[in-house]
C-alpha cells in the first residue's frame, strides 16, 4: 500500500505542477493582457472626452466666424505690403495733432525681418521727438498703440520736463517703436 499512497502522492504533486505551470504560463498573461486592454479602455475614453470638449469648443468658436474673419481684415490693414514712410510719418503728425502734442522730430532706421508663424513680419524703428503737456502724452500714447490704422509697438518712452522758460506745463519725449508691415512673397 505503500506504493500506492506514494503514487497517489506523486500523481496530486504532478497535477499540482500542472495546474501551475498552466496558471503561470497561460491563465495569468491572459488576465495581464485583459487588463491592459481595460487601461488602454479607460485612457481612450478620457481621450474621447476631452476631444468632445474640444469639438464643442470648436463648434462654439465656428459660430462667431464672421466676427474673427472681420478681426482678421482688420488685422492684415494694419499690416501694409510696403514699409510706407510717408504714409507712417502722415499716421504719426495726425496722431499728435489729435491727441495735442507736436511731433518735432522722427527718425527711421532699416526694418528688420521677423519670422513668426507661418508669415514674414518686417519691424520698422522709429525714434519720435514729442513736446507737449504731460496730461496729453498718455493719450498720444494711446492712439499711436490702439487707435491708429497701422500696427506699432512702442518699445520705450523717455519724459523730460521742458526747461525752457515761460514753457509751462511743457514735456520733452522721445519714443522709440516699431512700425510693422509684411510684404507679400
Not at 495546474?19 to 491563465?27: D, K, S
Not at 462654439?60 to 488685422?75: R, V
Not at 521742458?162 to 514735456?171: E, H, M
Request: a negative charge; hydrophobic letters at 45%.
Amino acid at each position: 500500500m505503500r506504493s500506492d499512497r506514494l503514487w497517489q502522492l506523486g500523481g496530486a504533486l504532478c497535477a499540482a505542477a500542472i495546474v501551475a505551470f498552466g496558471w503561470f504560463f497561460f491563465i495569468n498573461p491572459k488576465y495581464q493582457e485583459a487588463a491592459d486592454i481595460r487601461a488602454r479602455v479607460d485612457d481612450t475614453g478620457v481621450q474621447v472626452a476631452v476631444q468632445r470638449q474640444k469639438l464643442a469648443q470648436l463648434r462654439k468658436d465656428n459660430e462667431h466666424l464672421g466676427e474673427y474673419q472681420a478681426q482678421l481684415a482688420a488685422d492684415l490693414a494694419a499690416l501694409p505690403e510696403t514699409d510706407s514712410v510717408s504714409s507712417l510719418l502722415r499716421e504719426l503728425q495726425a496722431a499728435g495733432e489729435l491727441a495735442g502734442v507736436t511731433v518735432s522730430g522722427v527718425t527711421v532706421g532699416n526694418a528688420v525681418a521677423m519670422k513668426t508663424a507661418g508669415a514674414t513680419v518686417h519691424a520698422l524703428p522709429v525714434s519720435l521727438s514729442v513736446v507737449g503737456p504731460s496730461g496729453k502724452i498718455n493719450p498720444f500714447l494711446d492712439q499711436l498703440q490702439k487707435v491708429q490704422p497701422r500696427a506699432v509697438l512702442i518699445s520705450s518712452v523717455n519724459l523730460a520736463p521742458s526747461t525752457a522758460d515761460g514753457a509751462g506745463d511743457r514735456t520733452n519725449v522721445t519714443v522709440n517703436l516699431h512700425a510693422f508691415y509684411a510684404p507679400t512673397e
